[in-house]
């Protein structure tokens, strides 16, 4: 692979599992140092292990708590090191739970909105000291295409990643004067975890032919996470095959 990350240290959230595991790997591959960060620390731990190259490490998180992500923020700027990159993969989708406006209760649409918008928010903001200590740094954030397209009984997590693509959008715009890009990806359907369950009730015929691996949303964040993408910012990628087109 290219070394697209050479010199960097890149931050990946989520990173124990699906698209941030892919994320981190593909990081470490194009020559990043890769810090990656989950509520799941054994797993993060078993990700930064596995990783090519040296300098890795795994970092305990969880997105939802302001008090942790300070912490885990604090660790990171120990020793007046940049973070040249920040992509934000973790999330939820309470798959069984959420449903049609009416259906879903209070307990699910709060922690949804926590983690994935909430928890955007509260890693961004802390990510920016650091990420202006670089001299080319980027946000990237992941939503989903159903941030953009109807998709039925996704209610909370439909408005908590169209919340994501309104706020990566203002950052773009704040942060721009800053040396800071920003950044979101939608991905269409993929084959992860979160989406297993889901989809052993069948998935969607997309163009393509095929669904979505971590992979193929991974290299799209590094790719935007890199300096061939220094011109770019304030968009949303959608990586969907296709789907969004039909």
């Known amino acids: ?6 010199g960097k240290r890149i931050l990946v959230t989520g990173g124990a599992s699906g698209i941030g595991a ?6 470490a591959e194009t020559a990043g140092t890769v810090i990656v960060a989950d509520r799941d620390e054994a797993g993060a731990r078993q990700v930064a292990g596995s990783l090519p190259g040296d300098g890795h490490r795994a970092l305990a998180i969880d997105v939802a708590s302001a008090a942790s992500v300070e912490a885990a923020f604090r660790t990171i700027g120990e020793g007046g090191d ?14 069984g739970h959420d449903g049609a406006i009416d ?4 307990a699910v649409w709060a922690e949804t909105i926590a983690v994935n918008l909430t928890g955007t928010f509260l890693v961004c903001r802390a990510a920016v000291p650091l990420l202006e200590r670089s001299a080319a740094a980027a946000i990237v954030t992941v ?6 397209a109807g998709f039925q009984r996704t209610t909370a997590y439909a408005a908590s990643k169209g919340g994501i693509v309104a706020l990566s959008r203002v950052m773009a715009l704040d942060l721009a004067g800053r040396g800071i890009r920003a950044n979101c990806l939608c991905p269409g359907v993929v084959e992860t975890e979160l989406t297993r369950a889901a989809l052993s009730r069948g998935g969607p015929d997309l163009p ?37 087109a039909t």
């Open 103 to 106: 259906r879903v209760d209070d």
């Open 208 to 244: 393509i032919g095929r669904l979505g691996t971590p992979e193929d949303i991974a290299r799209t964040a590094v790719f935007l996470a890199s300096d061939w993408a220094a011109f770019t910012t304030g968009t949303v990628q959608v990586v969907d095959g296709g789907f969004v």
């Open 143 to 148: 939503a989903s295409v159903a941030a953009l």
């Open 22 to 27: 892919a994320a981190a790997r593909i990081a």
């Open 1 to 6: 692979m290219i070394d697209l990350l050479a």
């Open 82 to 95: 940049a973070l040249d990159a920040l992509i934000h993969c973790a999330g939820i989708w309470k798959f």
